[in-house]
């Protein structure tokens, strides 16, 4: 029986994969807080943060529909993933839901200021996101 080469021998010019490291708990929890946001969402994220500290309504185009939120914390997902919890209060196109949404960061578009604040938070806020593996701006 011949025995196979590994594929560095046979052709030297192909890279090898390094095996991944296996993370558990917290590792894995700070693994994915530490995922660097693709660079459309660098402004996104930055946008929302200001809107988050200034208490401002926005508006923005997310799954087709234009609609209106009350930002209130944005973050990291547990899929890694930059995301803004907001209270949904209307949409503009008619069709979208109203209360607590999560929605992805990277899939907003249009962002605006509405040129109104809120002053409270909404009932059902919990700043303790659970849907979040890390926090970066809540009100």
Same mark, same amino acid.
């Not at 890279?15 to 693994?31: E, I, S, T, W």
């Not at 988050?52 to 508006?59: K, L």
């Given at each position: 029986m011949k025995k196979t080469r590994l594929k560095k021998e046979r052709y030297p010019d192909f890279? *090898?994969? &390094?095996?991944?490291?296996? *993370?558990? $708990? !917290?590792? *894995?929890?700070? /693994?994915r807080a530490e995922l660097v946001a693709t660079p459309g969402a660098e402004l996104g994220i930055e946008a929302v943060s200001e @809107?988050?500290?200034?208490?401002?309504?926005? @508006?923005? &185009?997310? %799954?087709g529909i234009m609609r209106t939120v009350e930002p !209130? +914390? +944005? %973050?990291?997902?547990? /899929?890694g993933n930059q995301v803004l919890r907001a209270y949904e209060t209307n949409d503009v196109d008619g069709g979208g839901s109203v209360g607590w949404r999560l929605f =992805?960061?990277?899939k907003i578009a249009d962002m605006r200021d509405t040129g109104r604040v809120f002053e409270e938070s909404r009932? $059902?806020? =919990?700043?303790?996101? &659970? %849907?979040?593996? /890390?926090? !970066?701006?809540?009100?």
């Open positions: 890279p *090898l994969r &390094r095996p991944r490291k296996r *993370l558990v $708990g !917290h590792q *894995l929890k700070n /693994a @809107a988050i500290r200034e208490r401002r309504i926005v @508006a923005f &185009r997310y %799954g !209130h +914390c +944005c %973050g990291v997902s547990r /899929a =992805n960061v990277n009932p $059902g806020y =919990n700043p303790n996101d &659970r %849907g979040m593996t /890390a926090v !970066h701006c809540r009100i």
